[in-house]
């Protein structure tokens, strides 16, 4: 996939794990590609085998290439059978391509965790100081040609004996933090919540304020108005 980008002092690495958001990662950099008018790589890190992923792996990865594609990225970049930490992998490929910007979308790690292990930007920052980072966040919007969602609203999910329940204020019991997509037209919480689990991107079903189970279901969730602008 090699395009022939002229400029080549500026150099784009988006870097993409399983989950609706790594589309959104990918379109926000070839953006910055096509402004600098610089290559552009796309980068995926998995600790297995790539022969070993499972069948919703494998098309996330199939949706990637053909993104790559189609957006004449110079190339596409699996890191399989991986157990160095993400950080150490992003850095070295950084420095082989000569990456001087990378897009890589908000990290699920815990405060506790960053504060504990040390979070993955200031390993980057620490590996690679040179390098500009763009961190990008959970969508705020759905595309929602329909109307069937609000906007959405900061929201928690506090584990319960069958599931877990919605609630919009934090306190001590809080599982998961994410954006809360109530449906039109309902008096009760109805809708999807999306957060971030074990740094993978998921959205799951709300009924009456209760999610059964944590379980992704098939909904759109690229950003729309604010994926407009950079």
């Known amino acids: 996939m090699i395009n022939g980008k002229e400029r080549m002092d500026e150099s784009i690495l988006v870097c993409v794990y399983y ?10 950099g070839c953006k910055l590609a096509n402004m600098l008018d610089c290559p552009l790589y796309i980068l995926t890190v998995d600790s297995k085998p790539f022969d070993e992923l499972d069948a919703e792996k494998s098309n996330y990865i199939s949706r990637w290439k053909e993104l790559a594609e189609r957006h004449s990225a110079d190339a596409f970049i699996i890191k399989d059978k991986e157990s160095r930490p993400i950080s150490k992998v992003i850095a070295e490929v950084a420095r082989e391509k000569n990456i001087t910007q990378i897009v890589l979308g908000q990290t699920a790690q ?21 390098v500009d980072l763009h961190i990008i966040s959970v969508a705020r919007f759905l595309k929602n040609p329909e109307g069937q969602y609000e906007k959405g609203v900061r929201a928690y999910l506090v584990k319960e004996q069958n599931g877990y329940r919605l609630i919009f204020n934090h306190t001590k019991q809080v599982m998961y933090e994410g954006i809360f997509f109530k449906e039109h037209g309902t008096d009760f919480n109805n809708g999807v919540f999306k957060f971030m689990k074990d740094q993978e991107t998921l959205q799951v079903q709300v009924h009456e304020d209760i999610v059964n189970e944590l379980t992704n279901v098939d909904i759109d969730t690229n950003a729309s108005n604010d994926d407009d602008y950079l």
């Open 19 to 28: 989950g609706p958001n790594g589309e959104r990662l990918i379109q926000r």
């Open 110 to 130: 815990s405060r506790w965790e960053q504060i504990a292990k040390g979070s993955i930007i200031n390993s980057l920052l620490r590996e690679i100081p040179f």
